[in-house]
C-alpha cells in the first residue's frame, strides 16, 4: 500500500493543525484542500505547497486520489458533510462534536454501518496526550487503588468581553450547546478514556453569563483579537459556563465545569482521579507534567520520561525527557492512529483502536443533550443512547 491520500475541508482555525499533523505522518500525503472561502483555500495550499485546491465541497469528494477526508467546517456543517464523505466511499475525520444534536449523528451511523470498510473518526485529541495515556495505564494497573472520584474542569478566556463573537455564539450554527459541546466534550472524552468507562447520569447547572453580545458587521477569526468597531446587539441563547455533577457506570462520581469567561485561561483542561491508595492529576497547559498525591509519603511531580513510562503509555511519547510535548503532540497521535488503523486494514466493530469513534462522538452528544435537559428540568438526567 502506499501513501494515504487526504483532503481537508475547512481551511480556518483549526485545518491548519491537521495540515501540519498529516505532514508529520510518513505514510500519509495532504493531496488537496478546499474552503468555502477559496481565497483563503488557495492562500494556505500555496504556503504549504498542496498541490490541488478545491472552490466546493463536492469537487474535493469527486477527486479518486483522495482516501481520507478531514472535515473541519463549523458545527453545521458535520452532518451534511460526514455524510457526503461516507457516500463517497471515502474514510472520515471529522471535527468535534460529531453533529449538532444525537438525532443528526444517529443518522450518520446508520450510513456508516452499511460501508463498513470505512473509517470513521472524531478529533477528540486530549486523549492521545501521552501522560493523559500514562494516567489511564497506571489507573489499570492499580498504582491508586480503586478509582472513586474525578474532578476538574475546562476554562477558556476568548469570549470574556462582551464584544467577543464568532460562529460559536449562534446556535443555529453551533448546536444547541456551545460552552459543554465545545470543550465539555473535550473534557468528558479525555475523562471517559482515563477511567475507562461511560457517564451515564449527569446533574447540571448552566449560564450565560453575557445575555447580549455585540457581533462585529464582519467576519472575525477564532481565538483572533477583535479591532472591528462596528457591531450590532445579539442576544445570547448558549452557555458560557456549564457545572456538571455526574455519575459513571463504574460506579464513579464526578464533577467538571466549564467556562470560556476566565481571564487568564487558554486551553485549561485539568483532572483529578482519587483512588483509595493515591490520587493523580494532569492538567493540560503543563502537558508535559503529572502529579501523584499520596497521605502517608511525599507526593510526587512525574516529569515526562519516555524511559519511565508504562510500555503501553510509552508509545505515545517520541521525544526524550526535558523535552516537552504538548498540544500539537497529542493532535499528531489522533491523527497518527487514525492512518495507521486505516494502513492496518483494521475494520471498526471488529479491531479495537484508540481514536474517538463516530460510535463515540455520538454518545458525547447524547451526555450533551442529557445536560441541557437536566438544567432544564433541574433533575438529574439518565443518558440516552
Ligand atoms: N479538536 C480541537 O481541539 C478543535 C479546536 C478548534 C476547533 N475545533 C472544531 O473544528 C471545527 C472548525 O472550527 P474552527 O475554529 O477551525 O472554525 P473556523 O471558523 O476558524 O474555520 C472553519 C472554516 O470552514 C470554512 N467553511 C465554512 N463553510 C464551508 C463550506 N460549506 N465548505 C467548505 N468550507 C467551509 C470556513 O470558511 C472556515 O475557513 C469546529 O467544529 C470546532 O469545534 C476543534
Redesign the pocket.
Known sequence: MGRIKAGI???????VSHIEAIRRIGFAELVAV????YD?AKKKADEFYIPKCYKT?NELLADDEIQVVHN????N??AEINEKIIKAGKHAFS???LTRTGDEAKKILELLNQNKRLVAGV?F?YRMNPLVQEMKNRVNNGEIGIPRLVHGSYLQDWLLYETDYN?RIEPEVCGPSRCIA?IGS?FMDTVQTVLGAKITEVCSDLLTVIPVRKKPKTQV??FSLNTNVEYEDREVKTEDYGAVLFKMDNGIHGVFYVSEVSAGRGCFLNFEIDGSKASVYWNQETADQMWMGFRDKDNLLVMRNPNNMCPESKEYSYLAKGHPEGWNDAFKNNIYSFYKYIADGKVLGKDPGDFATFENGYYIIRLTEAILKSNETRRWVKVES
Open positions: 475541508i475547512g481551511m480556518g482555525y483549526i485545518g478546499a474552503d468555502v472561502n483563503l465541497v473541519c467546517t463549523p458545527n456543517l458535520h471535527e468535534k462534536p478529533n485529541n460562529w465545545d473535550h477569526e477564532t
